[in-house]
T-cell receptor, first 115, second 116 residues
Framework: DSGVTQTPKHLITATGQRVTLRCSPRSGDLSVYWYQQSLDQGLQFLIQYYNGEERAKGNILERFSAQQFPDLHSELNLSSLELGDSALYFC??????????????FGNGTRLTVT | AQKVTQAQTEISVVEKEDVTLDCVYETRDTTYYLFWYKQPPSGELVFLIRRNSFDEQNEISGRYSWNFQKSTSSFNFTITASQVVDSAVYFCAPHAGGTSYGKLTFGQGTILTVHP
């Protein structure tokens, strides 16, 4: 158990809808990362937050947004969903934003299916 | 530009065979870390090991061993006496410096199947 909690585990929704994925980092970790895993793109970094502030942005679509709350949990909001957004979304956490020698610890992921 | 390559798409072995997974990381950075993750069929991403770019000494931990060859930027990960439970997708993920601090770039992964 990595200590990172993601909910829900599965999500099935229709095109055009909006969903929210939730992540609670490991106790003591201040930094949260979101990754998307799809068959055609592999594992892609989306966005990183540290102590409530956005730190780095990757290949995140404008339809997607995220935030980190004062209690350090994070939410990833996906709107105007398309079939191609179907993927496994992972959240990871680390103690600090500069964690070059520390592994990221991943949650079990949320599998999103857009029909 | 930085590039991580896992040239082996799929590997199939019989239980108890040794298997080596290759990863090449091309970068101008002289100091970086490389992580290996395992993704079993259940889907979670599990951290396995970490290596740095300034230590070429081979390391062994249980059935896992790994070595780094600086001349070829090659990180190889070996599982000794493979078991069926080792069947998974294995990813190498470098963690570079500069503006990349804080994020991992994953290779495409190697699917390992261990047959009984």
């Amino acid at each position: 158990d990595s200590g990172v909690t993601q909910t829900p585990k599965h999500l099935i929704t229709a095109t055009g809808q909006r969903v929210t994925l939730r992540c609670s980092p490991r106790s003591g970790d201040l930094s949260v990362y979101w990754y998307q895993q799809s068959l055609d793109q592999g594992l892609q970094f989306l966005i990183q937050y540290y102590n409530g502030e956005e730190r780095a942005k990757g290949n995140i679509l404008e339809r997607f947004s995220a935030q980190q709350f004062p209690d350090l949990h994070s939410e990833l909001n996906l709107s105007s969903l398309e079939l191609g957004d179907s993927a496994l979304y992972f959240c990871a956490s680390s103690p600090q934003p500069i964690a070059r020698d520390s592994p990221l610890h991943f949650g079990n992921g949320t599998r999103l299916t857009v029909t | 530009a930085q590039k991580v390559t896992q040239a082996q798409t799929e590997i199939s072995v019989v239980e108890k065979e040794d298997v080596t997974l290759d990863c090449v990381y091309e970068t101008r950075d002289t100091t970086y870390y490389l992580f290996w993750y395992k993704q079993p069929p259940s889907g979670e991403l599990v951290f396995l090991i970490r290596r740095n770019s300034f230590d070429e000494q081979n390391e062994i931990s249980g059935r896992y061993s790994w070595n780094f060859q600086k001349s070829t930027s090659s990180f190889n990960f070996t599982i000794t006496a493979s078991q069926v439970v080792d069947s998974a997708v294995y990813f190498c993920a470098p963690h570079a410096g500069g503006t990349s601090y804080g994020k991992l770039t994953f290779g495409q992964g190697t699917i390992l199947t261990v047959h009984p």
